[in-house]
């Protein structure tokens, strides 16, 4: 049994964006956003002797940012809502880990990581726990995974989440150093912290 969803405000709909720099075409609605500098994307993993962080410069969405969607019966639609992420814009705190990175990820070949926002589900009114529907392409290859997000709202709208990932699903394998005895873990993290402000 479905429950029809209440009516939703253009803030309400910036509250539930985790990728809100997307750009859209022919919606029904639209509103403008600016991401927060204290937003961050962060992708993290492990290997079988220390931890690694990469976190990608959010410098390059300082422009202001068109949101466009269409309203369904149980959840906001997105068409053709599509981040690029650039490879060379994550720092992984070094030069060599920076290189093993972006040669983990094919950069040569494929030299962004793009992420589509699908679909996502309003929370009931009482919650702030959103269900939302991604399509990832790492490397040429694409999955698609539905995450939850959490949002708070006070002057700003602050949306944050993980998303479990595994490196095998997009079909890489990690460089081997010091003859095979450090290896990157199959699992990885990819932690979103974005504070949105509508203009």
């Known amino acids: 049994m479905t429950t029809p969803i209440p009516h939703i405000t253009k803030t309400t709909v910036l ?11 022919d919606p029904e609605r639209e509103t403008k956003v600016r991401v927060q500098p204290q937003s961050e994307v962060v992708i993290a993993g492990t290997t079988n002797i ?14 202001p940012i068109r949101l466009m969607y269409d309203e369904k019966s149980e959840h906001i639609v997105f068409k053709n809502a599509e981040l690029k992420l650039v490879n060379d814009c994550f720092n992984c705190g070094g030069k ?3 290189r093993d990175f972006k040669e983990l990820l094919k950069t040569e070949k494929h030299p962004q990581v793009a992420l589509r926002l699908l679909y996502v589900e309003p929370a009931p ?8 529907g991604l399509e990832i392409k790492i490397a040429g ?12 709202q006070n002057k700003d709208i602050c949306v944050t989440g993980t998303l479990d990932l595994k490196l095998s699903d997009f079909e890489l394998e990690a460089p081997k150093k010091m003859l095979g005895m450090v290896k990157v873990d199959d699992e990885i993290k990819v932690h ?8």
Not at 141 to 152: F, G, I, P
């Open 192 to 199: 979103v912290t974005l504070q949105m402000s509508e203009i």
């Open 50 to 63: 220390n931890n690694f962080t990469c976190k990608y410069n959010l410098q390059e969405l300082e422009v």
């Open 141 to 152: 290859v694409s999955r698609t995974y539905q995450t939850q997000l959490h949002c708070k």
């Open 15 to 25: 509250a539930l964006l985790v990728l809100s720099w997307f750009s859209f075409s």
């Open 125 to 132: 009114s009482n919650q702030n726990t959103l269900g939302v």
């Open 96 to 98: 060599a880990i920076n």
